[in-house]
Nanobody, 125 residues
Framework: QVQLVESGGGLAQAGDSLRLSCAASGRTSSTSVMGWFRQAPGKEREFVAGFNWIGRDQYYDDSVKGRFTISTDNANNTVYLQMSILKPEDSAVYYC??????????????????WGQGTQVTVSS
């Protein structure tokens, strides 16, 4: 079992920054993949960013590329999503996810096995 606890969401103005945190515990694997997803009301859960523990590679959806960055705190087994130059269209509930190495490079939520509880991000204009 893997447990994911999220924090860091809140209210922001357009152009501001927020940092989301995802702390993992339990039987984590060094070959696992971490993902960030978001879901706005009435919309499908969509892929935002991914991180591979094997090579510490990362990739992003085009909508956030150049604005969002993944970083890690290895001592605390935590993955962060640094969100900069926020836009109103970034508003959503953000979820972190954990999956096997086969999840790398795939955008579907079904590729991941464990999920955080979600944290709300609201960006005003």
């Amino acid at each position: 079992q893997v447990q994911l606890v999220e924090s860091g969401g809140g209210l922001a103005q357009a152009g501001d920054s927020l940092r989301l945190s995802c702390a993992a515990s339990g039987r984590t694997s060094s070959t696992s993949v971490m993902g960030w997803f978001r879901q706005a009301p009435g919309k499908e859960r969509e892929f935002v960013a991914g991180f591979n523990w094997i090579g510490r590679d990362q990739y992003y959806d085009d909508s956030v590329k150049g604005r969002f960055t993944i970083s890690t705190d290895n001592a605390n087994n935590t993955v962060y999503l640094q969100m900069s130059i926020l836009k109103p269209e970034d508003s959503a509930v953000y979820y972190c996810a954990y999956g096997p190495r086969t999840a790398w490079g795939r955008r579907g939520a079904g590729n991941y096995d464990y999920w955080g509880q979600g944290t709300q991000v609201t960006v005003s204009s």
